[in-house]
T-cell receptor, first 116, second 112 residues
């Protein structure tokens, strides 16, 4: 079946540095990808919707200059956490849509970010 | 923003027992889905519901899309240890490819 690959699976960084997370659709083209954030024992909160070739649409309260999203191709979207701080520590999950039906919406395995 | 109220928050059951969890919303959803998430992983789709009143099964799992389009339930029959995890309901407000809204999850623990 279709697979969404998310990399890295975990990252530890120093405060003030930037971290890039990649989300790839391995065997399908994804015109739309979504980025979620999840705190421990909490739900997935949508951060932004990423459309190939256009600017991402950010949810209210999400700083677009802080969380840079690039969707340069039909198989790759990246989320860059700029000047990371400890409060940015979280589990970040991407999902990619490979069709209209929601059975074609696949999630990556997530990235655990820890900012020291 | 839109919210899904999912309950119960957690459940502790014995192997073999049946489980039921539900989600409600003040908004009408076009689609309801149920996902399972294992620790350190992304959610995996269990069941997708597209029509009001629809009742769908996937093995030991059964889910229904409420007639009012504002609620859904998930039942797991004869639970086994590998059912342990967090179950999320999710809804989509329209068919235009918008993102899913997730419930807060139900953490299921199964003792053998």
């Amino acid at each position: 079946g279709a697979v969404v690959s998310q990399h890295p699976s975990w990252v530890i960084c120093k405060s003030g540095t930037s971290v890039k997370i990649e989300c790839r659709s391995l065997d399908f083209q994804a015109t739309t990808m979504f980025w979620y954030r999840q705190f421990p024992k909490q739900s997935l909160m949508l951060m932004a919707t990423s459309n190939e070739g256009s600017k991402a649409t950010y949810e209210q309260g999400v700083e677009k200059d802080k969380f840079l999203i690039n969707h340069a191709s039909l198989t790759l979207s990246t989320l860059t956490v700029t000047s990371a701080h400890p409060e940015d520590s979280s589990f970040y999950i991407c999902s990619a849509r490979g069709g209209v039906r929601l059975e074609k919406l696949f999630f990556g395995s997530g990235t655990q970010l820890s900012v020291l | 923003g839109q919210q899904l109220n999912q309950s119960p928050q957690s459940m502790f059951i014995q192997e073999g027992e049946d489980v039921s969890m539900n989600c409600t919303s003040s908004s009408i959803f076009n689609t309801w889905l149920w996902y399972k998430q294992d620790p350190g992983e992304g959610p995996v789709l269990l069941i997708a519901l597209y029509k009001a009143g629809e009742l769908t099964s996937n093995g030991r799992l059964t889910a229904q899309f409420g007639i009012t389009r504002k609620d859904s339930f998930l039942n797991i029959s004869a639970s086994i240890p590998s059912d342990v995890g967090i179950y999320f309901c999710a809804g989509q407000l329209n068919q235009a490819g918008t993102a899913l809204i997730f419930g807060k999850g139900t953490t299921l623990s199964v003792s053998s």
